[in-house]
């Protein structure tokens, strides 16, 4: 089955305690992203990969980090969690053409206290 | 910089009633647009999506939009709303697909 699959789904952590968030793909998509959800805001974009090794920034890039070292894998690597960073988090992919549909996980909630 | 406007935060519908969601965008050229919905405890799914052709387009589960570029705006419709409609549903513009812009959602709720 096609699927995007992030791990955890739901963890707690507190300020300053470094945490990766998992992504994993298998549909051999070139493209993944990583996007916070919060209420009133709806989505924002975190960083984006274009493929293994090219990465770029989003809207809200500040506070986190991401690796591509493998296509089907996209970590989310927060160094120094904030409160601020408290937020519904979603791993993204699709083939590179701005008419394919991303394919989402199915979010991971962060807590930090 | 292109930019998508939901302006209804809730909405209520009777179940068995017509749905219409809004979403007015800005996007300087023609724009790729898209709705997506988001199920509690789920990522989202792709309802459907505009990039040429044809203004009116259907998706699944029942559901189509209207692209009217002169009015900004790619709003879903339903015809007759069924309980497990009820999520959140995003309007999304993007014309560089890096930078797909969400709006801030839309909750619809569907009474009995």
């Known amino acids: 089955e096609a699927q995007v699959t992030q791990n955890p789904r739901y963890l707690i952590t507190v300020t300053g305690k470094k945490l990766t968030v998992t992504c994993s793909q298998n549909?051999?998509?070139?493209?993944m992203s990583w996007y916070r959800q919060d209420p009133g805001l709806g989505l924002r974009q975190i960083y984006y990969?274009?493929?293994?090794?090219?990465?770029d920034k989003g809207d809200v890039p500040e506070g986190y980090k991401v690796s591509r070292k493998e296509k089907r894998n996209f970590p989310l690597i927060l160094e120094s969690p904030s409160p601020n960073q408290t937020s519904l988090y979603f791993c993204?992919?699709?083939?590179?053409?701005?008419?394919?549909?991303?394919?989402f996980g199915n979010g991971t909630r962060l807590t930090v206290t | 910089a292109q930019s998508v406007t939901q302006p209804d935060i809730h909405i209520t519908v009777s179940e068995g009633a017509s749905l219409e969601l809004r979403c007015n965008y800005s996007?300087?050229?023609?724009?790729?647009l898209f709705w997506y919905v988001q199920s509690p405890g789920q990522g989202l799914q792709l309802l459907l999506k505009?990039?040429?052709?044809?203004?009116l387009v259907q998706g699944i589960k029942g559901f189509e939009a209207e692209f009217k570029r002169s009015q900004s705006s790619f709003n879903l419709r339903k015809p007759s709303v069924h309980w497990s409609d009820a999520a959140e549903y995003f309007c999304?513009?993007?014309?560089?697909?890096?930078?797909?812009?969400f709006g801030t959602g839309t909750r619809l709720l569907v009474s009995p």
């Open positions: 996007y300087g050229a023609t724009p790729y």
């Open positions: 505009y990039f040429s052709g044809d203004t």
């Open positions: 993204a992919s699709s083939i590179p053409s701005s008419n394919s549909p991303l394919h």
């Open positions: 549909m051999n998509h070139e493209y």
């Open positions: 999304a513009v993007g014309g560089d697909f890096q930078k797909l812009v």
């Open positions: 990969s274009m493929n293994v090794e090219v990465t």
